[in-house]
């Protein structure tokens, strides 16, 4: 009897242990399957039995109903993609380039994009609509204008991919185009037009300085001319003003002559030789002293 009771005892108490071991996990395993942490970044898509909620979880805890939903993780950070294309001008030209974009789904409909494009939505929609986008921009422009109006088709083309994925909820936050590239062929020809119309610009400057130098040296022509008619005038003026010297003062030359003499007589020979001026002679001399005498004494008689 004692041996039975002690035997049923311990198979008891081991049913009971693993009872409250089991509850004890299966309650941590719902806890844990009840508590979800979205990530700094991210927003949380909830499914319930497979379909998605109309909800969408911000950063961090939150409980859900245990095994019945599930939460998805969907990044809202700013994120890149970057692709190559290619599309033909419209004079039928191959032009290549490299599309990147700077991109973000937008946090509040992220249930939207994983309901309708799923996780891997770069590859679904992103890629075909900068292939697209470009084949249809660069179509509006010729080869030619690619070059010319290089910014205004890469707005073409950034507009065109900021409209597409913008109804897929997929805001677009830059654009970066790299330069067009063309044949060989073709490029050369556009060198060989920019070369010409580098040499065009060169020859315009070339004849402006021409024409400038023409102004100037017609500019200083004038001033001349007019400094010739200026000294012209004034010489006339000096030779009517000394003409009219000579017939009211015949003895202004002899003046003259005296003010510009160094102090040495000129030799002159010949019996028609004209004297330098007249020295007074003794008869002169002797004259002029009688004459002052006799007024002295005509002075002192009065």
């Given amino acids: 009897m004692s041996y039975g009771r002690m035997s049923r005892f311990p198979s008891y108490n081991i049913g009971k242990i693993a009872a409250v071991v089991i509850t004890f996990i299966v309650i941590i395993v719902v806890m844990f399957e009840s508590v979800v942490i979205v990530e700094a970044g991210h927003r949380g898509v909830v499914l319930y039995l497979g379909a998605v909620e109309n909800r969408v979880l911000p950063e961090g805890v939150h409980f859900i109903i245990p095994f019945a939903e599930q939460v998805i993780q969907m990044e809202v950070r700013t994120q890149k993609f970057q692709a190559e294309a290619s599309a033909a001008s419209n004079d039928l030209q191959e032009v290549q380039t490299v599309i990147a974009l700077n991109y973000m789904i937008d946090p509040t409909q992220a249930n939207r994009v994983y309901q309708l494009l799923g996780v891997n939505y770069a590859d679904r929609v992103i890629s075909p609509t900068i292939q697209e986008a470009v084949k249809a921009s660069v179509a509006k ?30 805001i677009v936050e830059n654009v970066f ?115 002052q005498v006799l007024g002295a004494q005509g002075q002192i008689s009065r």
């Fill in 141 to 170: 422009f010729n080869a030619e204008e690619l070059v010319t109006k290089r910014e205004t088709a890469k707005g073409v083309i950034a507009q065109a991919i900021r409209n597409t994925l913008t109804s897929n909820n997929i």
């Fill in 177 to 291: 185009i790299t330069d067009f590239k063309f044949s060989e062929s073709f490029a050369a020809q556009i060198e060989q037009k920019v070369v010409a119309f580098q040499k065009f610009l060169t020859e315009q400057n070339n004849l402006r300085a021409v024409r400038v130098i023409a102004n100037q040296n017609v500019v200083q022509a004038e001033a001349a001319a007019r400094a010739n008619i200026a000294k012209a005038s004034g010489e006339a003026q000096a030779i009517e003003l000394i003409t009219g010297q000579l017939r009211s003062s015949p003895e202004y030359l002899q003046w003259q002559a005296i003010n510009k003499w160094n102090g040495q007589l000129p030799y002159a020979s010949g019996s028609g030789a004209v004297p330098f001026f007249q020295l007074p002679s003794p008869q002169s001399q002797q004259a002029n002293q009688t004459s």
